[in-house]
C-alpha cells in the first residue's frame, strides 16, 4: 500500500482524537522518507511566486544554483599553482562544451603550441599579437583563480577557470582588471596585453587547460576565423597528456631513430630560424 504525507497525517488526526489520552506513536519508515523528500524539495515562498511568473527567471535560478554548487569552482581552487590538479587521476575522454568562445585578442598567431627545440622546453601555449594596452577578454564564462606575477616567465599572469571545466591563462599582460574570484563572462575585459616576464615582444601567451594538462590551443579554436572548431571539443588523455611530456631526449634511440635523428635537428634549426 502507498502512503502520501496528506493520508497520513489524516489517519494520524483520526487516531490522536480516536485514542483519549496520551499516546506515542511511531511513524513507519517510509513516511520519514516522504517527509525528508518533500523538505528537499521546498523552495522559500517568494521564489516560487517569482518563478511562476516568468520561465527565464527560473532558468536564470537553475543557472545560478548550478553555479553557486558547482564542484568546479570550490575543488582544487585555493591553489596559488598555475597547475592546481596536480597529481589527480585525469579521465581518459570528456567532451568539453566550447561553444561559448570569444577570442581573448584578435591578434594573428606569433608562436605555435609544442615543443621548442631551440630553448629545450614546452611551449605550453599559443602566442597572439597584440599591442600593449590592447584588451584581453576571457575566453569563456568562469570564474578568476589567480592574477600574479612571474617574472622569468607569465609576467603578469591571470588563470580562469571556466565553466565547461578548462582553465585558461593569458601571460606577459600590462594590467589587471579583474581579482581574483570574481566571475567574468566570456568576453569581458580581463586585463591589459603587454610584454612583461619573459617576453621578447608585446604579445599574449595563451593556455588552454583541462584539469591541468595543456591541450593545443588550435586543437580547440580557430585562429584564423576566431571560433571553435565544434562546439564540443572532445577532451582525450591518451593524445593531450602525451603530447604534453614530450621531449626528445625522452625518445628511446633505437639505430634507425639515431639516423633519423640528424634530419630532424637540421629540421628543427630551420624552424628556429624562421622565429
Ligand atoms: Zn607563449
Known sequence: MKFNCKSILFSLTALLLAVPGYAQFKLPNTHNAQHKDLIAHQRPAGVAAKSLSSMSYLEDLRKREAFQDNEIFTEYWESQAVNPYKGIEIPATANIDVSGYVAPVKGAVTSRYGYRARF????????????????????????????????????????VRHDNGMETIYGHLSRFLVQPDQRVRAGQPIALGGNTGRSTGPHLHFETRYLGVD??????????????????FVFDKSVHQVIQKYKP????????????????ASKKRKKSRRR
Request: glycine content about 12%; proline content about 3%.
Open 215 to 232: 591541450i593545443n590551443p588550435e586543437a580547440i579554436i580557430d585562429f584564423e576565423n576566431f571560433v571553435p572548431h565544434k562546439d564540443v
Open 120 to 159: 629545450g622546453r614546452m611551449h605550453r601555449g599559443l602566442d597572439l599579437r597584440l599591442s600593449i594596452g590592447d584588451t584581453v577578454v576571457a575566453a569563456f564564462d568562469g570564474k578568476v583563480r589567480l592574477t600574479k606575477y612571474e617574472g622569468r616567465g607569465y609576467g603578469y599572469y591571470v588563470v
Open 249 to 264: 631526449s625522452k625518445v628511446k634511440r633505437g639505430k634507425a631513430s639515431k639516423r633519423r635523428g640528424k634530419a630532424s
